[in-house]
């Protein structure tokens, strides 16, 4: 996009914010502009206040949280504190990043038109421009579905449809894609795309992971974790030249800027193949509806296995299968060459572990220490070992600090690696974890591979669930892609991407390093 | 023509349900809630179209329950009702006619509340009665679509209880075992899922202001509710079919007032 000349829409003065006193605030001292119909990227590490400032601009913010702030924010060379309640929110609209708290209605119908009841379009013209709407995203048979039966993608349209029929200048996108499955949130960016030159809207993306946004930038903001402006400028020049900063501040680079892009998993001829896990001809059904059907699964000691599908095809459920939280209809699992149904509740819960996608839930007492000591007290171990073995996986997960903070009180990342901390008092012959990166920042993420990589190299046998292909490349030994129901693929990762078709139908896409090759066409022997 | 209920104003058919539950209250005898249970009834099935099995599923399992209790208050009855002769005794007990009439009109009465109850749930959408108390009674905007987020949360709230014990279940923790044990549960349950609840609730209050929303009254509707003169026919009716069972049960000597006979 070549601009004549740039229109200021939205200015930050000397903006501070947080949500208790100026002394240290979240957001300090921000000054910039957005300019009329470009695409600004705002990145900066977890905690650096992006969702604080995206609802500042649209005026939301400080009165909603009866927080502080000093500095002006102006639009269109107004302050946004000039206008009328509501006035503003009309002008900059939001889509956020959880597909499933944006939502007041049941129906896609109803929620289209709660933004046009707010804006008090007359009754006449409403239906009209509900089904324009559906018709621009795409999604006009969908007009009087609940919506909390749509996908997570589908959701995120409607969330997006919901707030253009305000019809604002300014569009925030929240991590918008962070929660969607790969196919997903290219689908996703391919309508924001058709859409910004349609409707003339000027863009500020929130996103940890903008690689496949990159094409759509003008600009990036970069925001450090004291909350100040580190950076503001071309894409290329700040993510090239500044680019150890911004790891240090733990910032994902895009791949493609990366000096050394990300290699795949060297294979490793292990004469190990006795199993650690079995699983033959299991079934499961939910409400009458199938989910799983003969699932045949085998995952050798001391391997790295991933589980990829899309949204809703059973991966979660295929894991608590493994774990006994959930009872099989038909078929048998074997764990250590014992029947998964013969295995002692307590021994079973000692020799696998399971790690669920929010740390929270998982969380039982009320500091950090008594959260790891926990299991071990419960198995029956002496005060000493107890208090040696919690006081080492402390040290070893950067936690000693926080021993007596409560749980709920952690930050992202330290939430994360306690999580999995609880399930390491003695070394688990099995630990699964259910989508451990979905939505982390690329400290928190590159952290917890670390810490899995190690905990496989001590003996232990690992399955997680994701959606992000490149860690599937990167870390692990064996991939299985479940699709319809029932495994259509297992081996190695570096095999799965041969099949384009299988990649299309279970709605996957290529790590970064192929799909780069494949769009510069360079052919680049990659053969270990 | 009569109006089907289905396509009453949730309002109206709030007030028309309200009123005579209350009014029927008062009656003490057999013969007025026989009546209107039997009305009730036939207006379920010949004004809307809900299926027999899906209503009768409902009402069983309260019928069952009213009945223990009547048995209960039969054999319980104060003394202000033990009138009339000794129907039959065993044990201590004695149930005098005087107990068995207010025993059985006591149970015809829940049984009115419990098919009002069902006639007003099974025919009105919930977002729609929502809408309505909007409209007509000016209930707040942020009232009314705080608690149509809510609906929203029911079912997440469900799977996210399940998702909480799996996880407990996993570090170690059995089922409880005492009251002791069972209060620590409930506090381990309850402060992930109020974290979470408040932080979704934020999300979403969030996400409604940036669509605009002001909590104010000044907003177009896209479901019109309007009150027209099908649904006053409809209170009437509600409402005067109960008086027609209060003369009718004057007129045969059974009306009965706060156990005053009324004759």
């Known amino acids: 996009m070549t601009k004549m000349q740039r229109n200021s829409l939205l200015s930050v003065h000397d903006y501070s914010f947080d949500f208790e006193t100026l002394n240290d605030p979240l957001l300090n001292n921000l000054n910039f502009t957005l300019y009329e119909g ?33 500095g002006e924010i102006r639009f269109q060379d107004q302050p946004v504190h000039d206008f009328e309640k509501g006035q503003v929110n009309q002008q900059i609209g939001i889509v956020f990043q959880d597909p499933d708290s944006q939502f007041c209605m049941i129906t896609v119908e109803d929620e289209l038109a709660f933004t046009l009841e707010n804006i008090q379009t007359p009754r006449e013209e409403m239906e009209a421009r509900i089904d324009e ?10 007009k009087y579905e609940a919506i909390h039966t749509l996908s997570g993608g589908q959701k995120q349209k409607i969330a997006l449809a919901s707030v253009l029929l305000l019809e604002p200048d300014v569009l925030i996108l929240d991590e918008p894609t962070a929660n969607l499955d790969p196919m997903s949130q290219l689908e996703f960016i391919q309508l924001i795309e058709r859409l910004q030159s349609a409707m003339d809207l000027t863009i500020l993306l929130i996103e940890h992971q903008a690689d496949d946004w990159l094409y759509l930038i003008d600009r990036v903001l970069v925001l450090s974790r004291q909350g100040e402006l580190m950076e503001d400028g071309e894409v290329e020049s700040i993510l090239q030249t500044k680019q150890q900063q911004l790891i240090d501040h733990g910032i994902f680079i ?74 099989p209809e038909a078929g048998t699992m074997t764990f250590l060459n014992k029947p998964l149904a013969k295995w002692k509740e307590q021994s079973l819960r000692q020799h696998m572990g399971f790690v669920f996608q929010n740390p ?16 071990m007290t419960l198995n029956g171990y002496d005060a000493e070992t107890i208090d040696t073995r919690t006081r080492e996986l402390l040290n070893h997960f950067h936690l000693i600090n926080e021993k007596s903070q409560n749980p709920f009180a952690l930050s992202g990342g330290q939430k994360r690696r306690l999580s999995v901390a609880t399930m390491l008092d003695e070394t688990p012959d099995l630990l699964l974890f259910d989508e451990p990166t979905f939505g982390q920042d690329a400290q928190t993420t590159h952290e917890l591979m670390e810490i899995m990589t190690e905990i496989q190299q001590q003996g232990t046998t690992i399955v997680f669930v994701t959606h992000d292909m490149d860690l599937v490349d990167q870390y692990c030994d064996t991939v299985y892609v479940l699709n319809e129901q029932s495994i259509q693929f297992h081996g190695r990762p570096a095999k799965l991407w041969e099949h384009d078709e299988l990649l299309d139908q279970a709605r996957l896409r290529k790590p970064f390093r192929l799909e780069m090759r494949e769009k510069v066409g360079v052919a680049h022997d990659l053969s270990h | 023509m009569l109006p089907m209920i289905s396509a009453i104003n949730p309002t109206v058919k709030a007030i028309a349900v309200l009123i005579p539950g209350i009014l029927l209250g008062l009656t003490f005898d057999v013969f007025t809630p026989l009546v209107y249970l039997l009305f009730i009834i036939s207006v379920t099935f010949l004004l809307s179209d809900l299926s027999f099995k899906r209503w009768i599923k409902f009402f069983v399992p309260f019928f069952l329950f009213i009945a223990s209790f009547s048995w209960a208050r039969l054999l319980y009855t104060s003394e202000t009702f033990q009138d009339g002769s000794v129907l039959f005794s065993f044990w201590a007990f004695e149930v005098t006619t005087g107990g068995l009439l207010v025993a059985v009109s006591l149970a ?28 007509q009674l000016r209930l707040s905007p942020k009232i009314t679509y705080g608690v149509l987020a809510g609906y929203r949360f029911l079912p997440t709230f469900k799977h996210e209880l399940e998702v909480l014990r799996q996880a407990h279940r996993v570090r170690g923790v059995g089922r409880a075992k005492g009251i002791r044990g069972r ?45 027209t003169k099908r649904d006053w026919r409809f209170l009437g009716m509600m409402v005067g079919a109960l008086f027609l069972a209060f003369v009718a049960s004057y007129y045969f ?10 004759n």
């Open chain 1, 133 to 142: 709407m559906l018709n621009t995203i795409g999604m006009d048979d969908y």
């Open chain 1, 360 to 375: 929270e839930h998982q969380f039982i007492t009320d500091t950090t220490y008594d959260e790891i000591a926990f299991s």
């Open chain 2, 253 to 262: 000597g059974y009306l009965n007032i706060f156990g005053y006979q009324v």
């Open chain 1, 254 to 327: 895009p791949k493609q800027y990366l000096d050394s892009p990300p290699n795949p998993k060297p294979t490793i001829h292990t004469n190990n193949t006795e199993p650690c896990f079995t699983m033959e001809s299991i079934s499961f059904s939910r409400k009458n509806k199938q989910i799983l059907k003969n699932i045949n699964l085998t995952l050798k000691k001391g391997e790295m296995t991933a589980i990829v599908g899309e949204n809703g095809a059973g991966k979660s459920t295929l894991l608590q299968l493994m774990a006994r939280l959930l009872q």
């Open chain 2, 108 to 135: 015809l009465r829940s049984l009115c509340f419990i098919a009002l109850s069902l006639l007003f749930i099974m025919t009105t959408d919930s977002t729609k009665f929502m809408l309505s108390l909007m409209q």
């Open chain 2, 183 to 227: 209060i620590r549960q409930f506090k381990r349950y309850s402060i992930p899922l109020l974290a979470n609840s408040i932080r979704k609730a934020e999300r979403v209050a969030n996400a409604m202001e940036s669509k605009g929303f002001t909590g104010e009254h000044d907003r177009t509707h896209y479901h019109q509710m309007t009150v």
């Open chain 1, 38 to 70: 470009e695409t600004t990227l705002l990145i900066g590490p977890s905690g650096s206040g992006k969702s604080s400032l995206s609802l500042c601009l649209n005026g939301l913010y400080p009165d909603a949280v009866e927080g502080v702030a000093s």
